[in-house]
């Protein structure tokens, strides 16, 4: 996957924040297995030892937000001082819909329950780093509302194609990459994106990230 605004001849440097060494340094060993992953954790993570040290600059952090006692924007706020450009991922033993919620609207790019196996923590990471966002399916139905979803997708505003390609964006496929997948020209792809985007009143890929997390289409197949 090529990730956006990255040298891709450099390893994607993820950090696991982690009170629990044990968890931490075996889900560091298991996603550095990957060769697009460097992955490092530290379980000194209070309240006073929360922000970045000076040697650490991650691509993405990795932590359970039940684990320390800030709000959520307060933890963002935390955690990307000073590093511009860092994503967030939360993972926990809960299934609480409320924390995802409240750490999409802090600023999260992803979140997972801590029972997720390690491909799926892989991919989650890769399709963030790309600028995507990823909400496991523990939390998307619920949050999204599946009456709310199926309205969105069967209005007729949308065709097939150009709804398609929306999700597809929002899940961090460049267009070239959906070109090779949907067997089409990446100027005929952007054609669709762009046509799609101007029907829902969206210009940014943020903008149709966070309408695919209204709208409940960040349901990836695992």
């Known amino acids: 996957m090529v990730i956006l605004g990255r040298d891709s001849s450099k390893p994607l440097e ?45 691509d993405v952090i990795v932590i359970d937000p039940e684990q320390i006692d800030l709000l959520a924007s307060d933890l963002v706020s935390r955690l990307t001082f000073g590093h511009e450009g ?27 329950p801590k029972t997720t196996n390690i491909e799926t ?3 989650a990471i890769l399709v963030i780093a790309n600028g995507g966002v990823y909400l496991d399916d523990a939390y998307a139905v619920a949050m999204s509302g599946a009456k709310d979803a ?4 069967s209005d007729g505003t949308l065709s097939n194609r150009e709804l398609y390609v929306l999700k597809l964006v929002a899940h ?51």
Not at 96 to 101: C, G, Y
């Open 150 to 153: 199926k309205r969105a997708e």
């Open 86 to 112: 860092v994503t967030l991922i939360g993972y926990s033993a809960s299934t609480s819909v409320e924390l995802a919620r409240a750490c999409f609207k802090a600023g999260f790019r992803g979140f997972l």
């Open 172 to 222: 961090g496929k460049t267009l070239k990459e959906i070109a090779s997948e949907m067997n089409l020209s990446a100027k005929t792809v952007d054609t669709y994106k762009s046509r799609g985007a101007s029907k829902l009143n969206l210009g940014s890929r943020q903008e149709i990230v966070q309408y695919a997390i209204k709208h409940g289409w960040m349901q990836l197949q695992h």
């Open 14 to 58: 993820v950090l696991v924040l982690d009170r629990n060494p044990i968890l931490g340094v075996g889900l560091c060993r298991l996603l550095s297995e990957d060769s697009d992953l460097v992955a490092t954790s530290r379980s000194a993570i209070t309240t006073a030892e929360l922000g970045l040290q000076r040697t650490e600059r991650p």
């Open 121 to 123: 923590m892989r991919r």
